[in-house]
């Protein structure tokens, strides 16, 4: 069982940056899209941005677009999130997933556990 491992969430001031991580305990063939999904306290959770690990493509939610940088390092089997320019509205948990397609989530068949992202004003 492949098992996603996030890290890097905390607490940061507005404008302020953070990097996610997403360890995969393996590498998973034949999964070529990975993406990093949040949820506010009392929202759904969202899609933030996807990467195809093959191709090197990418897509952001126009939320986080021009702010975020989604990245994947296929040697260490990595996900990365570089988040720039936090906003208090960037605040929640943020989940990676693995195996699905474009921003939908219930396609994800893997998910990290979570890390917490809490911006203060």
């Known amino acids: 069982q492949v098992q996603l491992v996030e890290s890097g969430g905390g607490s940061v001031q507005a404008g302020g940056s953070l990097r996610l991580s997403c360890a995969a305990s393996?590498?998973?063939?034949?999964?070529?899209?990975m993406a990093w999904f949040r949820q506010a306290p009392g929202k759904e959770r969202e899609g933030v941005a996807l990467?195809?690990?093959?191709?090197?493509?990418?897509y952001y939610a126009d939320s986080v677009k021009g702010r975020f940088t989604i990245s994947h390092d296929n040697a260490k089997n990595t996900l990365y999130l570089q988040m720039n320019s936090l906003t208090p509205e960037d605040t929640a948990m943020y989940y990676c997933?693995?195996?699905?397609?474009?921003?939908?989530?219930?396609?994800?068949?893997?998910w990290g556990q979570g890390t917490q992202v809490t911006v203060s004003s």
């Open positions: 990467i195809n690990t093959v191709s090197r493509s990418t």
């Open positions: 393996e590498y998973i063939y034949s999964i070529y899209n």
């Open positions: 997933a693995a195996g699905g397609y474009g921003l939908v989530m219930s396609t994800y068949n893997y």
